[in-house]
């Protein structure tokens, strides 16, 4: 799941926001591309950390941030049956903020380490 954009989507959508709910094109394209994602789940923000601490008082942080974890451990899924077993799981970046703010979220039952 990103910041602003839909990921996989359904081509028929296009179609059907142009048909049946009457959007210009570049209507569409700003709303798949711009206004998607953790911003548009949420309402709020595309920034993690402020839906985190948004986790418990706002039921669209909430579902934001549920999606964004369910999306993470199916994607560890896939890596995992794509290679059969691994030992160690590393990532970077921007991910280290997010391992440290909610890490049991991604894989319940396990530990991260820093």
Known sequence: ??????????????????????????????????????????????????????????????LAMDMFAYRARKAVGSLFAALGSAEQLSSAAESARIRYSYGSMFVPGCFLLD
């Open 1 to 62: 799941m990103m910041g602003t954009r839909s990921g996989d989507v359904d081509p028929s959508v296009i179609p059907l926001l142009t048909h049946e709910e009457g959007m210009q094109i570049d209507e569409v394209m700003t709303l798949l591309n711009k206004k998607s994602g953790l911003l548009g789940v949420s309402g709020e923000s595309l920034d993690t950390r402020v839906l985190m601490e948004q986790y418990d008082s706002n039921p669209r942080a909430k």
